[in-house]
């Protein structure tokens, strides 16, 4: 019997749309055959067979197998007749891409028709299917589970460029697969591969620290220190920080003075552009005591005259530096002399809270961030070219932004400001040698569920929503990670091109996900809760048919990898007594490494 023959499974049976029913033949001697001293599986979910057409091979993926996949015309006959499914079976197969000659293509030009044979795929085959990627252009993240001897690889122009999102539940292995991939990445040793990951735990820091830099708030190297400066963040991300409702008019009357501030410095301290250009979200410098004293002194203000022209005397001489604001004489009672400031905004609880802010030392990465720390007439020893050389221009491949020493209630609007800043940066800078047309970047956001919540408006999820649906045309690429992507907004995951997805047990996740596949394939999501740490079902752009994975395992695996208690409560703690008051310490000083 020729090779072709043996490998012979069934024959099309219907054809609807993509979706195709297979009778298997009778004759089949057993679900598992052996070929060349190889066991197969005839009809695994997710397997795949192939369809010969004269020079081409259709390669097919199977997503039914049984009574499910019988035909909707042979349905009814079934019914009446239960005989006819006892004397057959059934797989269901979808169209995934073809072979000619050596090479496999995803997508076909001709289609099968009824009758056609359908073969199982040998390993052979799978060679074909899984070895089409060029060198230059992919990344080998682990094994194909159905062949452990098959490298898993995967296309990265299409990863950065068209998005990507690797979800599961806790406990599945994200952490290891996203460590994996970043590190297949700097393997290849790219002179100037950039990689940004905003990792709000801390979790990166040491399963990559071969190929990163880490930058953190409570770094004792000033060079690894996390700053942002505070006049970089958009107006309304600034005001939000500090606590107490504005009026719209209040919120107008402080913007009008910061914009005033800004025009100011930029005048002052000669910065290159246009006075007309400059609003209250303009990345200039200007010192934000500076306004605070100002706004502060005019609600503090009182007469001597009741047409108040004359300030009164000072009682305490204030200081915009030590955030002391200027004293004076309390007013008098009814007409009496001194006279309040009739045009006071009502401010002053809101600017003690400001107050309050620019001296609590937790948010001092923001308002004292170190050389980008503006003096009171706006100037500072660097500007945020070397913000972004720090961020983006290392030697090594990958910035970590470790924000876990971050206030929890600005996590968010930080988290979406340093992108806002990022992309426009790489926006407005898109004809010089480090922008992103020139130079990719590859931002990975870990758990993107806490910051771009579906409905929310904040600025983390208006531009992320920005960078998903245009950053593909300037160079910004995106992996988004969750183990909650059914909190994740639907634009941004309808825009990732490539979907890992790892084990998860949440149905209404694992719907989310199904949403997000093309049509044919959602039967495949229901095998999530079946699939094993580490293992994912990689589907989209990136990778040239739907592959079930095993990643790698990485030797020294991300902080997020559960404590095993069985270890850790064999060994016996001396000096507990010491340890707790470390813990103290550590804790009242927000610092985990003190």
């Known amino acids: 019997m020729s090779k072709n023959r043996i490998t012979e499974i069934g024959e099309i049976d219907s054809i609807s749309g993509n979706s195709i029913s297979v009778k298997l033949f009778d004759n089949i001697k057993s679900n598992m055959p052996i070929i060349d001293g190889v066991v197969y599986r005839v009809g695994q979910i997710g397997s795949f067979v192939r369809i010969p057409l004269g020079y081409a091979n259709l390669y097919d993926i199977v997503t039914q197998i049984g009574s499910a996949a019988i035909p909707e015309s042979l349905r009814e006959a079934v019914a009446k007749d239960y005989d006819i499914l006892k004397n057959t079976r059934w797989i269901n197969i979808v169209l995934a891409g073809e072979q000619v000659g050596k090479k496999f293509e995803r997508g076909i030009t001709q289609y099968p028709t009824t009758g056609d044979k359908v073969h199982l795929v040998t390993i052979n085959d799978l060679d074909i299917i899984y070895g089409g990627y060029e060198e230059a252009n992919s990344i080998t993240v682990g094994s194909i589970s159905v062949s452990e001897s098959l490298d898993a690889k995967i296309e990265l122009d299409k990863l950065i460029s068209r998005h990507c999102a690797i979800v599961g539940s806790t406990g599945s292995g994200k952490s290891n697969s996203v460590s994996v991939l970043l590190q297949s990445i ?138 002391i604001s200027n004293e004076y004489p309390a007013p008098g009672l009814g007409n009496s002399a001194p006279f309040l400031n009739q045009k006071a905004k009502g401010l002053l609880s809101f600017l003690d809270s400001m107050r309050n802010k620019l001296n609590d030392s937790s948010y001092s990465f923001l308002f004292s961030p170190g050389k980008l720390t503006p003096d009171k007439d706006g100037k ?8 972004f050389l720090k961020w983006l221009g290392n030697e090594l491949p990958i910035t970590i932004l470790d924000l876990s020493g971050i206030p929890s209630e600005i996590t968010s609007s930080i988290s979406g400001t340093l992108l806002k800043i990022i992309y426009d940066g790489l926006f407005w800078g898109v004809n010089t040698k480090v922008g992103g047309k020139q130079q990719p970047l590859l931002i990975v956001l870990e758990e993107a569920h806490s910051y771009l919540k579906a409905g929310e408006h904040s600025i983390s999820s208006r531009t992320v929503q920005m960078i998903a649906k245009e950053g593909r045309k300037y160079g910004v690429g995106l992996l988004l990670v969750t183990q909650r992507p059914s909190e994740l907004d639907e634009t941004v995951l309808s825009q990732c091109g490539t979907m890992i997805a790892l084990r998860m047990n949440n149905a209404k996740d694992r719907g989310h996900i199904r949403s997000a596949v093309q049509d044919e394939l959602q039967s495949m999501v229901d095998l999530l809760p079946s699939l094993r740490t580490g293992e994912a079902l990689i589907s989209g752009e990136a990778v040239k048919i739907p592959s079930r994975v095993k990643f790698f395992k990485i030797a020294n695996a991300p902080k997020s990898s559960d404590p095993k208690a069985s270890e850790k409560w064999l060994g016996k703690i001396d000096d507990a007594k010491n340890e707790y008051k470390q813990l103290l310490k550590s804790w009242r000083n927000k610092n985990y490494k003190i």
Request: aromatic share 8%.
């Open 186 to 323: 700097a393997n290849r040793n790219f002179p100037s591969s950039r990689i940004l990951v905003i990792d709000p735990h801390g979790e990166y820091n040491d399963a990559l620290s071969k190929h990163s830099k880490v930058i953190e708030v409570n770094s004792s190297d000033d060079e690894n220190k996390l700053q942002i400066p505070f006049w970089a963040l958009p107006f309304n991300e600034l005001m939000k920080i500090f606590s107490g409702n504005l009026t719209d008019q209040n919120r107008e009357y402080i913007r009008e003075k910061v914009v005033d501030a800004k025009i100011k410095s930029a005048e002052d301290n000669e910065i290159a552009v246009t006075k007309e250009s400059i609003t209250a979200d303009s990345p200039i410098p200007f010192s934000i005591k500076r306004l605070w004293f100002e706004l502060i002194d005019f609600e503090k203000r009182t007469f001597t005259d009741y047409a108040k022209t004359n300030l009164t005397e000072l009682t305490t001489k204030g200081d915009a530096e030590k955030l």
């Open 380 to 387: 500072t020893e660097e500007d945020l070219d070397a913000m």
